[in-house]
């Protein structure tokens, strides 16, 4: 599925650079900013995606994404060790607010499934992982976005994360499942649709995001996931939520507002 995805968004962003005009600056962007985006492709979309999957096998899915949000800390910590500017103090405040309130939604949902899970700590090890890789993707994609556009970038983001895992794909043997797809018209309509506004929209805005703001602010935005996930669960589930997930929305949003 992540490779069927990764392909159709690459398609997308090569069309959308060729129709915007942006082959000439993807051509004379330096080597070494090309060299970035491409490994924090593999660093963040690769690796730290495979980390965040086998943390929800392992792990659950509660406590991988609790870890897994605490990636504006992680980007935080290594943007000091680099030596980059701190945020603004509101900003900064705000950042800390959002980040506190997405981990409260995580952390109200209740857990499935923890006893029955023989290697958790595994799994935690892998979600912090993913949130370490996430981290470490976005200070990298921060760092050659100084020369190169969003749309670009993201277009060599994802074809980077195509190729990786397309040769996964073909190491493993798994080649005859993706071919398996073109047989089956709904579940490839319901993935090409996801692979449009998820895939394609989702990463186009985190690059401009991360080209444009912080990158510990960048990493707290992306984070907030599970903000969303509350009125869709209720609306499309029927899944109720408690208080304390809706206090916790309300600070992180209360932290979105301070971020400017």
């Known amino acids: 599925m992540n490779l069927y995805k990764s392909v159709v968004a690459t398609a997308c962003f090569a069309g959308a650079t060729i129709a915007a005009g942006g082959s000439a600056s993807l051509a004379a962007a330096p080597s070494s900013a090309l060299a970035l985006i491409a490994l924090s492709s593999v660093v963040g979309l690769v690796i730290g995606d495979t980390l965040l999957f086998l943390g929800l096998v392992l792990a659950g899915a509660r406590p991988t994404v609790m870890l897994h949000a605490l990636a504006p800390v992680f980007t935080l910590l290594m943007a000091v060790a680099l030596g980059l500017r701190l945020p603004e103090p509101l900003a900064m405040a705000g950042t800390i607010l959002t980040t506190a309130g997405v981990l409260v939604v995580v952390s109200a949902r209740e857990p499935t499934g923890a006893a029955s899970r023989p290697h958790r ?3 935690f090890a892998a979600a912090l992982g993913a949130g370490v890789c996430q981290a470490g993707g976005i200070l ?3 760092e050659g976005l100084a020369h190169l556009g969003s749309l670009e970038a993201a277009g060599v983001r994802m074809g980077v994360a195509a190729l990786a895992l397309g040769i996964s794909v ?3 043997g798994r080649g005859r499942e993706v071919l398996a797809l073109a047989g089956r018209p709904r579940p490839l309509a319901a993935m090409t649709a996801a692979s449009l506004i998820g895939t394609t929209g989702g990463v186009f805005l985190m690059t401009y995001g991360i080209k444009h703001a912080h990158p510990a602010i960048a990493a707290a935005l992306t984070s907030c996931v599970p903000l969303f996930a509350l009125p869709l669960a209720a609306l499309f589930l029927e899944e109720r ?8 929305a309300l600070l992180a949003v209360a ?3 301070l971020i400017r």
């Open 170 to 172: 073909v190491a493993t």
């Open 121 to 123: 700590a595994l799994g």
């Open 140 to 142: 990298l994609a921060k």
């Open 255 to 257: 932290g979105i507002a």
């Open 241 to 248: 939520s408690g208080p304390l997930a809706y206090a916790g």
